[in-house]
């Protein structure tokens, strides 16, 4: 979608409304303002190109490519109550919230979620650590989610909350497990809340009952053991602020791959 000049023109001056418009003639003869134009235009093409790139799909791979043992990092099996619980019950109690900056909060019962436009990929992961495996994964659309809480206009980040304390030591009480991603992440067709791999339901290793799959960004984004999906404004104030456990830690909070 590239916006020519002529669309560009008559796009901003209905959004100034006709006044401006009865000055364009004026105004295009004056070079400063013909060159923010340009500006603004090469901006605007500059800023789809790179949203165009971040939309495309991350390689997907056949059946037969699946790893025989998807390996299992950081937490395993939290050892926090109220997920210990969840667990004894089968999941039967869980509700994925889903609130912050929305018009509609939510909680869903995996019933629910299973029932939201769902995809099917078979990805790899990548681990910073210097592995990856091939797995496929099924789950809704974090998109068709989004839209039924109807995100607010000032949301700009979607933060995973997880149900695992992976640093116990942590006196800030920033030890939970969190991550954050844009809405371009978001909004992506492979980006999906998985409760199910290989085909079988998402074991606890893997983050049951629900673990987030963004799969053009590494491993560590992709948070597992997921309780509560939060639309947020910014990223201050949630752990120590830089979007995510492992982002608090030193790490890239944006991982693209
Ligand atoms: N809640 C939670 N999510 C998490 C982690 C974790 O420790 N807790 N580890 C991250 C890291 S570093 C990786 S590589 C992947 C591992 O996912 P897997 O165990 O399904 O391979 O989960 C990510 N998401
Ligand atoms: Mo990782």
Known sequence: MTLDRRRWLSAAGAALGS?????CDRLAT???FTGV??????????????????????????RAEISRDFRANGTLRPQDPEY?????????????????????????????VRAAPARTQVTRHDCVEGWSS?????GARLSALLDRARLKPEARYIVLHC???LD???????????????????YHPQTILAYAMNGATLPV????????RVERQLGYKHAKYVMRVEAVASLEGIGRGQGGFWPDRGYEWYAGI
């Not at 091939?134 to 099924?138: A, K």
Request: aromatic residues 10%.
């Open 30 to 32: 004056n070079s400063t």
């Open 84 to 112: 210990v619980a969840l667990v004894a019950e089968n999941f039967a109690g869980y509700r994925l919230v889903i609130d912050g900056l929305v018009e509609q909060p939510l909680a869903l019962t995996l019933a629910e």
């Open 163 to 165: 149900a695992d304390t």
């Open 168 to 186: 116990p030591y942590a006196t800030d009480g920033a030890g939970r497990y969190y991550e954050s991603i844009d809405l371009v992440d978001a």
């Open 205 to 212: 290793r893997h983050g049951a009952p629900l673990r987030l």
């Open 37 to 62: 134009l340009r500006v603004a235009e090469r901006w605007t093409k500059g800023a789809q190109r790179l949203v165009t790139d971040r939309n495309a799909l991350a390689r997907e791979f056949s």
């Open 19 to 23: 006044a401006w418009l009865a000055g």
């Open 134 to 138: 091939i797995g496929e994964w099924t």
